[in-house]
């Protein structure tokens, strides 16, 4: 009896502090057929009166408790400064239980500088309704946090069969090609938009992580739990966006993760203190006791041999960074440390992950990585696919010579080809650093392509990076000096457009329930500014609108 009555206030609790995150938009059929929606459970109070199991070393057990809504993931927080250890299982109401899953307290991976969140990572734990826990510990303002991301069991089937033909095809090996992914807008990363735009570093080292979520789940649950943790990072743990750089699952399925692009240095959230100078791939599962399949070390080979190579980085040896610190950091800040380039997240960071058994694979996977390496030799350019407004950006890049002479003093030039043109005009220059490594900063007008170039010398040869696209959309506003007039009267429209070197300004007026042109002008933009004088006869609404390719400002007006 005192367990459904305490079921029910934990119901009638949820009721109260419940908030759905949102629906997804559409973007695959598949993934579109579900919403999936960050929600919460109150639990504080849940372990009062309630006695010690005997035999299990201090472990709670909660009473069967019911979730506000369906769920396919969940997580526990608790406010900082708590102590705690955590297991789940869950079930479809009346169904059968999972096994006891334990739910990895977060504390081992983050953004660099920011502060880690006080729980647990979410664990996968299928379609369910029903849970309990197991608590070791004191938490105090706890919480448990739930997302939904599977599509319904037919959709589930079919994304499957097309993720599965991908993998296959994706096996063909073939050294310095890039390997199938599974884009964000399959997975469904396009309903979790990232809060900011992507940070661009370097990639020197390639970390290997494990998500320590449940190892029983088919492929076609893959991309469901991508979107979950995804959701789980972005909403719950206040992330920027998912916290690692790519996942692969167990049947060597490759996802991308963080957005901004897959052979851009974005920096992630899974290696505190060493975000900016590494890319982070979990494999979905745990892998404490239980190795990695082998279709999923393949994926990870296949993955980090090519990431490594676009970045001129080799798969083997070694390279010392310096720790930025951070609370989960095994190093104080400014420390040099030295990592195998393709190394364990436990070498980093205040964690067993990956896994003992995947960890005891790290060396057969740097062997296997070698075998889809391109070359490291070669120039890159790194720049925003996006950019807003007139203002300085950051290029960066990489120079490594076939012949492996330093590329140290190296001066690159930095050039622009405008959309349309053939032409390639000089933005400006850099001079590589000790590791081949640039950066400079530029002004882009227009969108376009970058590319770097290296003019050559008299012992080594011209280099040209591969282009990069580049969108610049430009920043715009619009303001009346009036917004009521008498009829006769004139109003001055004016605003700034940056950059851009004309405008289109467009009178409408409202009839019925339209609205119908009455003026339009091209107007010069100069010094980024740009004016209007209009002049409305009839006594009605106006609507005021300005134009610069697909960007929009419009202001409405009142004639009387």
Known sequence: MARRSLTRRQVLQAGAIAAAAGALRPTSPALAARPAALFELGLDGVF???????????????????APRRFDLIGLRWAHGSR?????RARRRGGRWTEWAALHVTGDHGPDGGRVPAGTDPAFVGAADEFQLRVRGAPRALRARFVRALPTATLARRIGRRLRRRARISRRPQAGAPPLIVTRSEWGGDSVPPREPPLWGEVQIAFVHHTVTSNDYGPEDSAGIVLGIARFHRNSNGWNDIGYNFLVDKYGQIFEGRAGGIDQPIVGAQAQGYN??????????????VAQTPAGMDALARLIGWKLSVHGVPTSGTITVTSAGGESNRYPAGTPVTFERISGHRNANNTACPGNMLYAQLEQLRSAAAQYAGPTAGLTVYAPGTVRGLRQTDVSGYLRFPDGSAAGGAVLAVEFQTAGSVTWRSLGSAVCGADGSWRTPIELRATGRLRAVFAGDGARARMESPARDVAVIPQLNLKLNRSRIRAGQSVQASGTASPATHVRLTLERRVRRRWVRQRRRVLRVRSG???VRLSPRIRTKYRVTVQVGGIKRYRPLRVF
């Open 48 to 66: 009062a009166g309630r006695a010690t199991a005997a035999g299990t070393g201090g472990w709670r057990t909660t009473p069967v408790l019911r």
């Open 84 to 88: 705690a250890e955590a297991q789940v």
């Open 529 to 531: 500014t740009y004016r």
């Open 276 to 289: 900016s100078v590494s890319t982070g791939v979990s494999c979905l599962g745990t892998f404490t006791s």
